[in-house]
């Protein structure tokens, strides 16, 4: 995997990986650390402060070997097994209560999951680079998963109210989006970017089948986490000084991760191809 998509790819997990843990080194510990430690039962074992340089050091490892994947391809294999184990750590604490939204019913409403369940971006990415001998459809399918089930599961809870009223201020804030509010109401602008993002989920599947219909899903898909990024800049308080990154920032760059996917998807439909 030599080619610019990929380089692309590890480069944004080296810039996202980079910003998140030294984020959180400057910002000391916070509860999400603290919903983590919970779930494995081991929060007040050590102080929370070194439970926090652990996150931010785990990080800042990841992203040093991100850079040297870059170039050096020996390292990739070591990054792989590096991203499995930094998301496999939280995406195992979804089995908590703490993640979902009861007074939804629990499963399959997310609450602060939603950050943890976008590392399943860092999972497939870490998959792809281990020495597994797959094949080009099935290396789509890896990579493309994770942005199939963000944009199906996120975009399903636009439908709530709870939702809704948790994006407004998100909405409000953006230049590209702030419009919809003055022709819908709450609901309905939610609504809309639901119907959007499973628009492109459904978009996506076809695509798998009908390679005419990639560029249109790369870039239908591609969009939502682009507009993601706008918020760190319009969206007041997700960039700090004193911090680099808020949390609100730590759950907005991860969106990044899915971008690499599609990126990594785009390498692989493109060797998919020139094997038939």
């Known amino acids: 995997m030599q080619q610019l998509p990929t380089r692309l790819a590890l480069t944004l997990v080296a810039l996202s990986t980079a910003l998140l843990g030294l984020s959180m080194a400057l910002m000391g ?6 919903l983590i430690t919970d779930f494995y039962g081991i929060t007040g074992f050590i102080p929370d402060d070194i439970y926090n340089l652990i996150a931010a050091l785990s990080f800042i490892v990841v992203a040093t070997i991100a850079c040297l994947s870059i170039k050096h391809t020996r390292f990739r294999p070591l990054l792989g097994y590096s991203l499995i184990i930094l998301s496999v750590i939280p995406l195992l604490s979804l089995f908590g209560q703490s993640m979902w939204i009861d007074s939804l019913g629990g499963f399959p409403a997310i609450g602060s999951g939603q950050g943890v369940i976008k590392y399943f971006a860092l999972l497939s990415i870490g998959l792809l680079f281990i020495e597994i001998n797959l094949s080009a459809k099935t290396k789509q399918w890896l990579s493309i998963l994770p942005v199939l089930l963000v944009l199906l599961w996120i975009g399903g809870m636009k439908f709530t109210l709870l939702e809704a009223k948790g994006i407004e ?3 409000l804030s953006s230049p590209l989006m702030s419009w919809m509010y003055s022709i819908w109401d709450l609901q309905t602008t939610s609504n809309l970017i639901g119907i959007y993002d499973l628009i492109a989920v459904v978009l996506f599947i076809a695509a798998m089948f009908n390679t005419r219909l990639l560029i249109p899903a ?6 939502v986490f682009a507009v993601t990024q706008t918020f760190l800049i319009s969206r007041d308080g997700a960039i700090l000084a004193e911090s680099l990154l808020s949390t609100s920032g730590h ?4 969106d990044l991760w899915f971008i690499a ?3 990594l998807f785009w390498q692989f439909s493109k060797t998919s191809k020139q094997g038939q």
């Open 29 to 34: 510990h916070h509860r999400h650390i603290t």
């Open 169 to 171: 201020n998100l909405v």
């Open 218 to 223: 790369i870039l239908m898909s591609g969009a």
């Open 251 to 254: 759950f907005l760059i991860k």
């Open 261 to 263: 996917n599609l990126l």
